[in-house]
Nanobody, 120 residues
Framework: QVHMVESGGGLVQAGGSLRLSCAAS????????MGWYRQAPGKERELVAH???????DYVDSVKGRFTISRDSAKNTVYLQMNSLMPEDTGIYYC??????????????WGQGTQVTVSS
């Protein structure tokens, strides 16, 4: 079982910055991709950014140039630096990890979610 703990959400004014962190833990964990999703009120959850074990990244168009995803593979931790925040970035942000347990059992794990609120 993979346990993921998020931190770093909060309330910020438009134009401000926040940094989200998410640490994965568990026995025999080998993580491939890690990512951040968000869900705004009344909308479906969407992928914001993801990063592979090789460090390749991808972003949804609406955050390109403003958000940066990074990871510390030694700590099984993924970060999301969010700059120039806008009210439409408001939502619950969830981290996600995919990989293998004991090099054999595929897993997908989610964090509990952290609220990000951007005021205008």
């Amino acid at each position: 079982q993979v346990h993921m703990v998020e931190s770093g959400g909060g309330l910020v004014q438009a134009g401000g910055s926040l940094r989200l962190s998410c640490a994965a833990s568990g026995s025999g964990v080998s993580i491939n991709t890690m990512g951040w999703y968000r869900q705004a009120p009344g909308k479906e959850r969407e992928l914001v950014a993801h990063i592979t074990s090789a460090g390749n990244t991808d972003y949804v168009d609406s955050v390109k140039g403003r958000f940066t995803i990074s990871r510390d593979s030694a700590k099984n931790t993924v970060y999301l630096q969010m700059n120039s925040l806008m009210p439409e970035d408001t939502g619950i942000y969830y981290c996600n990890a995919n990989g293998l347990l004991y090099r054999d059992i595929p897993f997908t794990s989610w964090g509990q979610g952290t609220q990000v609120t951007v005021s205008s």
